[in-house]
């Protein structure tokens, strides 16, 4: 049967993925050409494209590949690993974390309810199978993670708060910009780190004007805490953020604005800042204002 037959059969309509399916077949390089040590073409011809302007280092040219260096982290909900893109026979490359959202089976979905209020999927069909969280649902929430991120994460670099540029997103992979040294190692996370007063004061302000600058665009983390905050050469990096919760629309905004609040100043305590830099109840309150859920 041929693909015009097919859509015919269903009033010429195909599904996102069986078009991600087609543009594939019809565009990737066949894989028996790929060069020693690459795992697979480049996929910057597919998928979803990161914010304008491409930042220059990325290696954004057709012939490239990617070669797969080994897994930077795993976790309940995604595995993330170390990519080498670049362009056989020039010195053009770039390192990038490879976010793959686990399949539906592999996934645990009992919180999703919670931080999925306030967005809808386009068809009251798709919002009744991720409700009743169906084999189709579940399909439809893992890739929804996957575009969660990548939109937020390019609504958040194009207003200027600090989280890894993201590259592309094809199916239930995000690519991101690696964050960490040149020869692969990643940036610690805040939680490893004994810095000195000068230094956590330092983070403390870095981190309470990220949470602004989420706040200014209605948003909290929805997770935040000493494990999804990397610090690279001074400057801190927001990171994991499918589940960001957009505190007007979501009914628990607040308290998940509140939670983040807290779970990362307690951080802060334990590391030694004092207690007259952590007033928690106004943080919070400066934030809801910030959020639009208090007046000024």
């Not at 996934?107 to 309810?113: E, K, P, Q, T, Y």
């Not at 929430?141 to 937020?152: H, P």
């Not at 708060?161 to 020869?183: K, M, N, S, W």
Request: aromatic share 6%.
């Amino acid at each position: 049967m041929t693909p015009r037959t097919t859509q015919g059969a269903r009033g010429g309509r195909l599904t996102e993925e069986e078009r991600d399916l087609l543009t594939a077949l019809r565009e990737e390089p066949p894989a028996s050409g790929l060069p020693e040590d690459a795992d697979r073409w480049s996929t910057w011809d597919t998928g979803e494209r990161g914010p304008l302007p491409h930042p220059s280092w990325l290696v954004t040219e057709l012939a490239a590949v990617d070669q797969e260096l080994g897994v930077l982290k795993t976790g309940k909900e995604a595995d993330v690993e170390l990519i080498r893109r670049s362009v056989p026979g020039t010195a053009r490359e770039c390192l990038l974390a490879a976010k793959r959202y686990r399949a539906p089976d592999h996934r645990r979905f009992h919180r999703d309810a919670e931080y999925l209020e306030g967005r809808r999927m386009r068809k009251s069909r798709e919002n009744r199978a991720m409700s009743v969280s169906s084999s189709f649902g579940r399909g439809l929430l893992a890739e929804q993670w996957a575009v969660a991120e990548f939109r937020v994460l390019g609504e958040l670099r194009s207003a200027g708060i600090p989280v890894p540029y993201p590259v592309q997103r094809v199916g239930t992979e995000v690519l991101l910009e690696f964050v960490g040294d040149a020869d692969g190692s990643p940036a610690p996370r805040l939680a490893e780190l004994r810095p000195t007063p000068d230094v956590l004061e330092d983070l403390w302000i870095q981190t309470l004007s990220a949470l602004f600058g989420l706040a200014e665009q209605g948003l909290t983390h929805g997770d935040l805490s000493c494990y999804n905050v990397l610090v690279h050469n001074g400057e801190i990096v927001l990171i994991d953020l499918p589940q960001a919760v957009d505190v007007v629309a979501n009914p628990s905004g607040t308290r998940y604005l509140e939670r983040d609040v807290r779970n990362i100043t307690d951080w802060f305590r334990s590391r030694g800042l004092p207690e007259d830099r952590i007033d928690l109840p106004e943080v919070s309150r400066s934030l809801s204002q910030a959020a639009r859920l208090l007046p000024r």
